[in-house]
Nanobody, 123 residues
């Protein structure tokens, strides 16, 4: 059974940082890409970052470029999203998702999803 478990969300003030974790089990860790998505109330789910399965290359949405960093620890089967200089508009539920292929910007191309973790940034 494939499982993704996110952790690390919380409530912070603008300008502060959080690190989200996504622990993956049930898959060979280097067989897939992992994306981080977020969904704010009343908005569509959007991808903020993705890390590839082969060369660990990363992609970022323009809204988070320069502030967020994605990384993966193959020994721990875990992917991280370091979020710095957080803004109120970063408030959302954050999800990690697995695609058994390379990264894609389209959420419907990801096969497995975590339950989500809430990030709230106050001004």
């Amino acid at each position: 059974e494939v499982q993704l478990v996110e952790s690390g969300g919380g409530t912070v003030q603008a300008g502060q940082s959080l690190r989200l974790s996504c622990a993956v089990s049930g898959l060979s860790f280097d067989d897939y890409a992992i994306g981080w998505f977020r969904q704010a109330p009343g908005k569509e789910r959007e991808q903020v970052s993705c890390i590839s399965r082969r060369d660990n290359s990363a992609s970022y949405a323009d809204s988070v470029k320069g502030r967020f960093t994605i990384s993966r620890d193959n020994a721990k089967n875990t992917v991280y999203l370091q979020m710095n200089s957080l803004k109120p508009e970063d408030t959302a539920v954050y999800y990690c998702a697995v695609r058994i292929a390379e990264c894609s910007w389209f959420s419907d191309r990801y096969q497995y999803w975590g339950q989500g973790t809430q990030v709230t940034v106050s001004s």
